[in-house]
């Protein structure tokens, strides 16, 4: 299994350019999220989707979209790209796990990140 | 809303002293807690979780134990290694998929 894989790895942008974040899973998961870290914040969840053709926003959503056409591809798409972006951004895929009493439990895995830089 | 507070660091440590990361909570419902672990150049992975009350966590030497009274879930090694260098992320889920809160990580620098 490869796991989570993410590319770019390293990308420059400049203000008002578009891109898309690729995201792919190879373990079947229904859950994936895209997050946002920034030192002393912690990580930011900015969409998420509950399975294929369901997508909802996170604490942080402007400025991107996604979609979730699959299973396994959970793309994020930076629609005019401005310096506050400027950011290191993971994807995660998780499953409900076993049953705590507040309900599903879910551990999330990774990817290995994509830093942008907007200038 | 809910909230985790570590501290940012760095902590510095020498190789085989006694690892403390402080995590305090508040949350609304009974939230599930955890630990990730992120490596230099790498995305988090998850170390250790705990789902209820007096629960304890453990994984690659690392303990953390649930404490509802003091709404805590400290993460403690009893010798560091220097492979241990990395940040820690302490972080709670509760009412759903989407309800996660991370901390903002601390650093740990372990040195020989």
């Known amino acids: 299994n490869a796991g989570v894989t993410q590319t770019p790895k390293f990308q420059v942008l400049k203000t008002g350019q578009s891109m898309t974040l690729q995201c792919a899973q190879d373990m079947n998961h229904e859950y994936m999220s895209w997050y946002r870290q920034d030192p002393g914040m912690g990580l930011r969840l900015i969409h998420y989707s509950v399975g294929a053709g369901i997508t909802d926003q996170g604490e942080v959503p402007n400025g991107y979209n996604v979609s979730r056409s699959t299973t396994e591809d959970f793309p994020l798409r930076l629609l005019s790209a401005a310096p506050s972006q400027t950011s290191v951004y993971f994807c995660?895929?998780?499953?409900?796990?076993?049953?705590?009493?507040?309900?599903?439990?879910?551990?999330?895995?990774f990817g290995p990140g994509t830093r942008l830089t907007v200038t | 809303g809910n909230s985790v507070t570590q501290m940012e660091g760095p902590v510095t440590l020498s190789e085989e002293a006694f690892l403390t990361i402080n995590c305090t909570y508040t949350a609304t419902g009974y939230p599930s807690l955890f630990w990730y672990v992120q490596y230099p150049g790498e995305g988090l992975q998850l170390l250790l979780k705990a789902t209820k009350a007096d629960d304890k966590g453990s994984n690659k030497g690392f303990e953390a134990t649930y404490r509802k009274e003091t709404t805590s879930f400290h993460l403690e090694k009893g010798s560091v290694q220097v492979s241990d260098s990395a940040v820690y992320f302490c972080a709670l889920n509760s009412g759903g998929y989407q309800k996660v809160t991370f901390g903002i990580g601390t650093k740990l620098q372990v040195i020989p």
């Open positions: 995660a895929s998780s499953y409900a796990t076993t049953i705590g009493l507040a309900g599903d439990i879910y551990e999330q895995y």
